[in-house]
């Protein structure tokens, strides 16, 4: 039950709810054993704050949570690859993992540099990939129409 | 009155507000036509929270105080070169420039990859370097004694 696309599933959850608000339409979750330990969804437009990143609240609500700026045992599902804000604040979190769905080609933290994640994290790449695309992609045609 | 040197010895002030607190102390401004309209020192000990760099609280206080989550006309002053996320930050909010004290070659962006900021932020480096460097290395001497 407890899978990969469970929780990017969740994350998908939180990205409707950027959708609903009129934000681009990204959501992340943070899971440490099994349990989510900390919600987010980009609010860039409603808080007009360029820092606040599905990832960015997401990681600071499980830090909360735990009382612990630490996140290693943590993974964050996030439905869109990271930016280099975001993957930056991964590292200084030693997180365990960042799963994502779709590749970000324009604005991922991959396309910058190698090596800008902590050494620990694991990645993995691709999980509900498909309805992540879709929902950005039915945002900017809406945007655009 | 209003120079380099004046501001960075503001964001100077905040860094002794965070080495006050036991934080690594590091400090920001943000100024627009010469105003500071956003001020931040390190908290991410306090926090415990990693997203709570001077730089960042400095952004999001800014960009409150315009409205605005963008920040094209304001200038950035930190006591030390910043991290890829702050960079990162910082060019989501395309910001005007960037002036930092104290290089940081173990996690300063630089190192990371060329183009992290914004192709049109100014970047001036070295401003009050003596000053910022020897307040890093007071708390770093400190901690170990």
């Not at 735990?66 to 979190?93: D, Q, R």
């Amino acid at each position: 039950m407890l899978t990969d696309e469970y929780f990017m599933r969740q994350a998908l959850a939180e990205a409707q709810r950027a959708l609903a608000a009129g934000e681009i339409p990204i959501g992340a979750v943070v899971v440490l054993d099994g349990m989510i330990i900390g919600r987010g969804y980009n609010q860039t437009e409603q808080l007009r704050d360029v820092t606040a990143h599905a990832e960015m609240l997401a990681l600071t609500a499980a830090a909360n949570h735990l009382g612990n700026k630490y996140l290693t045992h943590c993974t964050l599902y996030v439905t869109v690859e990271p930016c280099v804000m975001c993957a930056g604040a991964s590292a200084w979190a030693q997180l365990g993992a960042v799963v994502f769905g779709a590749e970000e080609p324009k604005t991922g933290y991959r396309r910058h540099a190698l090596g800008l994640l902590h050494p620990r994290t694991k990645v993995r790449a691709g999980v509900c990939a498909a309805d992540c695309t879709a929902l950005m992609q039915s945002f900017f045609k809406q945007k655009r129409g």
